[in-house]
């Protein structure tokens, strides 16, 4: 009934950029939280960006000053744009979504998670 969906990774020399969004679908009633997770080969997944529905953000300390993470309302979307890639950035991103949504005759909350898009940085 809720769906994420993840556009935007891809291949990028050190030092260049990509941007990520993250469409939510279905009978979704209110969003509380959207982010971005990563998880590169052999490591655990962790946190890279996320935002609330007031708007104040987070950020890990590796990605501060070179992540911004916005967020359309509106479109139920959410962005992560990243500059000044580094090749231990490489990672699957996965997008994260804390919501409300309507379901078998009644509103319910749960965490959902995107199928994840590949970061590639060469060096």
């Known amino acids: 009934q809720v769906q994420l969906v993840e556009s935007g990774g891809g291949l990028v020399q050190d030092g260049g950029s990509l941007r990520l969004s993250c469409a939510a679908s279905g009978s979704i009633l209110s969003i509380r939280r959207m982010g971005w997770y990563r998880q590169a080969p052999g490591k655990e997944r962790e946190l890279v960006a996320v935002i609330v529905s007031g708007g104040n953000t987070d950020y890990a300390d590796s990605v501060k000053g070179r992540f911004t993470i916005s967020r359309d309302n509106g479109k139920n979307t959410v962005y992560l744009q990243m500059n000044s890639l580094k090749p231990e950035d490489t990672a699957v991103y996965y997008c994260?979504?804390?919501?409300?949504?309507?379901?078998?005759?009644?509103?319910?909350?749960?965490?959902?998670w995107g199928q994840g898009t590949q970061v590639t940085v060469s060096s």
């Open positions: 994260y979504a804390d919501l409300t949504y309507f379901g078998g005759f009644r509103s319910r909350t749960d965490d959902y």
